[in-house]
């Protein structure tokens, strides 16, 4: 994750958990689907290791 470079263990936890309850306090009435996908967009795979690689998508094609 981004926010990873610099940080202890102990200081990306802090992160992760400001970054849920964030998401999580928003009103769930305007926001469900942030609400409800908090835990899995703020502590998720690595974005790179999700992502289809150029070779993917040219033998798709």
């Given at each position: 994750?981004?926010f990873?470079?610099?940080?202890d263990p102990?200081e ?8 849920r309850?964030?998401?999580e306090s928003?009103?769930a ?7 409800a996908m908090?835990g899995?967009?703020v502590g ?5 290791s ?8 040219s033998?798709?094609?």
């Amino acid at each position: 994750m981004h926010f990873t470079a610099g940080h202890d263990p102990a200081e990306i936890a802090e992160i992760v958990r400001r970054k849920r309850l964030d998401l999580e306090s928003l009103p769930a009435d305007r926001y469900p689907n942030l609400v409800a996908m908090s835990g899995p967009m703020v502590g998720g795979a690595d974005p790179p290791s999700t992502t289809p690689s150029a070779s993917t998508w040219s033998s798709a094609a």
